[in-house]
């Protein structure tokens, strides 16, 4: 018998960091050193992460794209918390029981990758220069 929590959910950095910044931005911090410490060292691993230009639209769009890659929840969860550059890249954020991505599987996951999660012009070029 499989007991299944209706409240259990995947987060994503983005949103870890936007819980984070509302706990730091409350004044209710009585006793909660510990907290705060925690809190402060968390934030400041996360605004150095992908996530810190990634926003909720795009993060969308990008499980949109990726739904048509036999990919599972917690595969598609890795890529957005640390967006794939590279075919080795995507393999290991990928389960070692799967059926491998083609090359042209993950060619078009990193450029997919690049579209919603890197704007500009030269990061959107850098995975066709490095076949040429």
């Not at 917690?74 to 995507?90: F, K, W």
């Amino acid at each position: 018998m499989e007991t299944v929590n209706a409240t259990y959910a995947y987060v994503t950095n983005l949103e870890v960091m936007h819980l984070l910044q509302q706990i730091k931005g409350t004044k209710k911090k009585f006793g909660m050193r510990n907290l705060a410490t925690v809190t402060y060292e968390a934030l400041q691993f996360l605004e150095e992460s992908p996530c810190k230009t990634q926003t909720r639209e795009s993060i969308n769009s990008y499980l949109c794209d990726l739904a048509a890659y036999r990919l599972m929840p917690h595969e598609m969860l890795q890529m957005v918390n640390d967006p794939p550059t590279s075919a080795l890249h995507t393999q290991l954020l990928i389960d070692d029981n799967k059926i491998p991505l083609t090359d042209e599987e993950n060619e078009a996951i990193i450029e997919l990758t690049h579209k919603h999660f890197y704007n500009s012009g030269a990061d959107q070029l850098q995975p066709s220069q490095a076949q040429g």
